[in-house]
């Protein structure tokens, strides 16, 4: 039997993009949800993973399979369905799982044939069994897995190319954030994998440099920092010998112990979601940790790069809170606050989040016209009603920001610091440069999005808005 498990792409996600930005190749990595689901398969399976963002699969010459899984992020979702029309006509069953299916599961049911919603590993084997059956059903309902069950991901499943291997360790967040949909997904308790499972999983990954999946991999409160802290003086014992990145709330900085060992363990970056400059935009989306009081932001991302690591911050534009200028403001608070890199996204109500359901409850869904319009759910198109920046607004403010923080001066300033302080200088010159190739990506498809017909009706007046 041969099964395919496809990740989608997206033409105007810029990070996904090689073909016209070499530089992104540094900044992917493996696509773990179908590497484990493909490591869950049973053995009697012939398992091809098709990654669309690093491949251009013509699907017409290959081998026709007898079934298709695949996955989503909302803004793929349009690809996804795409894909299994493709293979739906060639009367190949679809089965589509990950976090766009699980939150819109009548739509997605609408384009494929069974949807296996919330964590599907476990859940992976009655569903072939199923099929193999001839009894597969509509839905199939993921729990969250006990993480003792998880099963070891087979990372040779997938050829070379990706600069970054990847892995997962825990699951769940009990913050909620307002646009976070992780809680929604994977349950706001922090559940952790046994760390021998994961630190006999890192020694299989053959990439040099890994990803740390995890949406907060040091957690919550005191006990989740004494097991990130075990994970590390386990991954130093067994000499992993890995560089990683991983994504950390800001805390991370207030324990010197956790900082060191992280490093010694192989950190070489930690993304840091600074999400807002201002305490009443931090408030609005409910991000706890950045609210504590006495919180020195600057303080902080030193203590993390006086441990060697890189800080990857990324910032919103477009809460209530935000008007005119918020683009400058955050660009010099990224700036000030010294991190090495800076994502900044447009505020997103991704089905699933509290955002949606406010941003929908009042109207504010802009970009509303479902499948198609997900495409621009990428975090960096403006597809809601803004309160104080209207659609053009809220693109010019992304790019001034962009145009402030990635300007040559600033890059060539920010590099000699990596170099001289022994941080990564390499990494950091690379993802300096994709970030700067993918802002002028990304004004194409601004242009192309603020002009194509459909989108004019995004537009809305706010007396407020639109002047840097
Ligand atoms: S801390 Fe991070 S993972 Fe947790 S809810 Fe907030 S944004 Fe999501």
Same mark, same amino acid.
């Given at each position: ?267 070489? !970056?930690? *993304?840091?979601?600074?999400? #807002? @400059?201002?305490?009443?935009?931090? &408030?609005?989306?409910?991000? $706890?940790? =950045? ?125 000699? !610091?990596? *170099?001289?302080?022994?941080? #990564? @200088?390499?990494?950091?010159?690379? &993802?300096?440069?994709?970030? $700067?190739? =993918? ?30």
């Amino acid at each position: 039997m041969r099964l395919y498990l496809i990740n989608p792409r997206n033409p105007i996600v810029s990070i996904g993009n090689i073909r016209n930005n070499r530089w992104n190749h540094y900044r992917i990595w493996k696509p773990l949800g179908l590497l484990a689901i493909a490591s869950a398969t049973p053995p009697e399976w012939d398992v091809k993973i098709i990654d669309e963002n690093i491949s251009d699969p013509d699907y017409d010459s290959m081998p026709r399979p007898d079934l298709v899984g695949v996955t989503a992020f909302t803004a793929q979702a349009c690809r996804a369905y795409e894909i299994a029309a493709i293979f739906r006509s060639r009367s190949v069953p679809v089965i589509m799982g990950g976090i766009h299916a699980t939150m819109c599961q009548q739509e997605a049911l609408g384009s494929v044939d069974s949807v296996v919603t919330g964590e599907a590993e476990l859940i992976w084997p009655k569903v072939l069994a199923d099929f193999q059956n001839a009894y597969l059903k509509q839905v199939y309902a993921g729990e969250h897995v006990d993480m003792k069950h998880i099963p070891m991901t087979k990372h040779d499943l997938l050829p070379y190319g990706y600069f970054f291997g990847s892995i997962q360790t825990t699951r769940g967040c009990p913050l909620n954030c307002s646009f976070c949909s992780v809680a929604a997904f994977n349950g706001s308790r922090y559940r952790a994998r046994p760390i021998e499972d994961v630190v006999q999983e890192f020694k299989t990954i053959r990439e040099k440099y890994v990803l740390i999946v995890d949406d907060n991999l040091i957690g919550a409160n005191e006990k989740h920092i004494i097991r990130a802290k075990e994970l590390f003086r386990a991954m130093i014992a067994a000499g992993v010998n890995k560089k990683w990145i991983a994504q950390a709330t800001i805390n991370i900085a207030d324990d010197e112990e956790l900082l060191t060992l992280a490093y010694k363990a192989g950190c070489r !970056g930690v *993304f840091v979601g600074f999400e #807002s @400059p201002t305490t009443e935009g931090l &408030a609005e989306i409910g991000k $706890k940790f =950045n609210l504590a009081k006495n919180r020195n932001m600057k303080e902080s991302v030193r203590k993390i790069k006086q441990h060697g690591m890189l800080v990857v911050g990324s910032f919103i534009i477009g809460l209530d809170i935000d008007r005119p200028g918020i683009g400058k403001s955050i660009a010099q608070a990224a700036i000030s606050y010294g991190i090495d890199l800076l994502n900044t996204m447009i505020l997103t109500p991704l089905p699933g989040t509290n955002l949606w359901k406010k941003m929908e409850s009042e109207s504010r869904i802009a970009a509303n016209s479902f499948p198609d319009d997900w495409k621009y759910y990428t975090l960096t198109f403006p597809v809601a009603h803004y309160k104080q920046l209207c659609r053009d607004g809220v693109i010019k403010e992304i790019e001034h920001c962009d145009k402030i923080f990635y300007s040559v001066r600033k890059i060539v300033s920010r590099l000699c !610091g990596n *170099f001289l302080q022994k941080r #990564s @200088p390499l990494v950091a010159m690379m &993802a300096n440069l994709s970030y $700067k190739r =993918n802002i002028r990506l990304a004004q194409k498809t601004y242009r192309h999005f603020c002009l194509s017909p459909q989108n004019t009706r995004l537009q809305y007046q706010n007396s407020n808005s639109g002047n840097l």
